[in-house]
């Protein structure tokens, strides 16, 4: 059972991340400071020092609590699959609501993947150390099953979360862009996840597992 001081500690060092995550999210690794992410949890600079030893592990820490939430909703929502579209609606749904309901995280792992691949790498090496990667084990049984084409299940979740994030980052995107002869309709989330849903089902199925 938890001390008082111990479960306080707790929720500084997640107040601590949260903001963090904003930070990180809003002015990139290089624009954020010590000082900018103390002022956003609203605690001085020596206590952000006090737990973590320099904006590097900083950084690296906030991705691991992103990617270990994320994997805990997978989880979650696991079920048994029949066919290789529903395992793939699966995945794609996960992001898609992740992101849904934790924006700013999801633009943060976006940010770390696309521009710190390195600190990216440190926090997933932290996180298969503890947790099981769902999406990965997620496609390999599909792929034991005869589901889905045989590959390394990370490629085929790198297409799959690139397509989803490329999507979400870019939502509002089409209704600023003005295409001769061209209608660009404002992002409609259920319909996007259906067309993606479609790609990957062409490109990831095995056969007759397509449906």
């Not at 079920?79 to 794609?92: C, D, G, I």
């Amino acid at each position: 059972m938890k001390t008082k001081k111990a479960r306080f500690e707790s929720e500084q060092k997640n107040r601590i991340l949260n903001a963090a995550v904003r930070v990180f999210g809003e002015k990139g690794y290089k624009g954020a400071t010590i000082r900018n992410i103390g002022r956003a949890a609203k605690v001085n600079s020596a206590l952000l020092y006090y737990y973590h030893e320099n904006k590097h592990t900083l950084f690296t820490e906030s991705v691991r609590m992103i990617l270990g939430e994320f994997l805990e909703t997978l989880a979650t929502r696991r079920r048994p699959f029949s066919n290789a579209r529903e395992r793939l609606t699966y995945l794609v749904d996960c992001v898609f609501d992740y992101y849904t309901e934790h924006p700013e995280r999801m633009r943060l792992m976006a940010l770390a993947l696309s521009s710190h691949s390195n600190l990216f790498a440190e926090a997933l090496n932290a996180i298969v150390r503890e947790k099981v990667l769902v999406p990965l084990d997620v496609l390999r049984e599909g792929m034991d099953k005869g589901e889905l084409r045989r590959m390394p299940p990370i490629h085929a979740w790198w297409s799959i979360i690139g397509m989803c994030l490329l999507n979400l980052l870019t939502r509002d995107l089409p209704v600023q862009i003005r295409v001769p002869d061209s209608a660009m309709p404002p992002f409609n989330g259920q319909e996007r996840k259906q067309q993606i849903v479609d790609l990957l089902v062409l490109g990831l199925a095995d056969g007759q597992s397509k449906e």
